[in-house]
């Protein structure tokens, strides 16, 4: 569907980005994501232009994202909403399910073992099966999380771009916005939500239903009333919000 380019930011807006596929481009790993200098400093100029009302809400876990973006001193919602990080080295846990971690990911690495090409991400609060080196396993993946989510019915399925994940059930992208609006020095601003996947469609409805809009980058159904066509787009968004 044709939607139109986002007005530029007001700068009263607080500001949710997506990672993957949004602010960098999708990579054949998860490891291989290209984080430049460039992108830093547009993070840190927007943070500052919104008065800190910046937060990345990815599907990363925190410690994975802050690995990648290096000096980012920012808000950063994680794994899908289970946790939430103010600042470099603080990381709460928004909602816990109780995973047993290291067996999760054991089981994972058990049943991926016949076929090498699959990717095995351990999270903190769950597992990723990435098929991006050959999507013909991509019905052996989808079956195998099928199954695996039987087993683990405290865990919910997560389809993702190339990958399947088992994450906790109970928190989102946009109970993670919605909490983040509760708190400085986001309440009270208006709220823009960007994202490349089905992931990010709650938390675009929650950006609009309080009177805020979102971004689709990339093609696809969305509920976002704006699209831009690619990270790139995005980034010559952002910098010209903030000329
Ligand atoms: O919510 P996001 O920040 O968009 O994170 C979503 C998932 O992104 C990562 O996987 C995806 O990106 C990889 C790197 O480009 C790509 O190789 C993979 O195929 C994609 O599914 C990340 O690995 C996941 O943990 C995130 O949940």
Known sequence: MTLPPPPLLPAQAALFLDFDGCLVEIAP???AVVVTQALRDRLAALRDRQDGALALISGRDVADLRG???GFSGM???SHGSELSPAPGLIDTLHSVGVDAAALHAEAHALAAPHPAILVEEKPHGVALHYRDDPSLQGFVERTM???ATRHPHLM?????MAMELRPGGVGKDSALAHLMTLAPFAGRVPVF???D???EPAMAEAQSRGGFAIKVGDGPTAARHRLSDPAALADWLDASLT
């Open 76 to 78: 950063i919602a994680g």
């Open 157 to 161: 399925l997560q389809p993702a771009k």
């Open 146 to 148: 099928q199954d695996m």
């Open 29 to 31: 790993r998860p490891d």
């Open 194 to 196: 960007a994202g490349d």
């Open 198 to 200: 089905t992931t990010d």
């Open 68 to 70: 990648h973006l290096g």
